[in-house]
């Protein structure tokens, strides 16, 4: 099992910064990539951001040149630097691990608001 746990949601102001840090304990030698993903009200939950362990990244086209994805492997822990935030970046935003073996398997943190306004 995995464990994942966000931190570092909130209320910023449209062009503004945040920063969300998820932090994984267990068996995190099985997990292949960590990632983040949204939802907003109404809308399904989509990709914002992938890293692998080999240090490879995606991003959705929405936030590229805005967010940037980082991992700290001495602190089991991956980091979604977001810049110049939008309205349309308001949303829950969920800390993804994927295991590959044994079997594919999706874990999931709690999820953190991330809320832009003025």
């Known amino acids: 099992q995995v464990q994942l746990v966000e931190s570092g949601g909130g209320l910023v102001q449209p062009g503004g910064s945040l920063r969300l840090s998820c932090a994984a304990s267990g068996s995190i030698d099985s997990i292949y990539s960590m990632g983040w993903y949204r939802q907003a009200p109404g809308k399904q939950r989509e990709l914002v951001a992938v890293?692998?362990?080999?240090?490879?990244?995606n991003y959705a086209d929405s936030v590229k040149g805005r967010f940037t994805i980082s991992r700290d492997n001495t602190k089991n822990t991956v980091y979604l630097q977001m810049n110049s935030l939008k309205p349309e970046d308001t949303a829950v935003y969920y800390c993804?691990?994927?295991?590959?073996?044994?079997?594919?398997?999706?874990?999931w943190g709690q999820g953190t608001q991330v809320t832009v306004s003025s």
């Open positions: 993804n691990g994927f295991r590959v073996a044994p079997t594919p398997y999706d874990y």
């Open positions: 890293i692998t362990g080999g240090g490879s990244t």
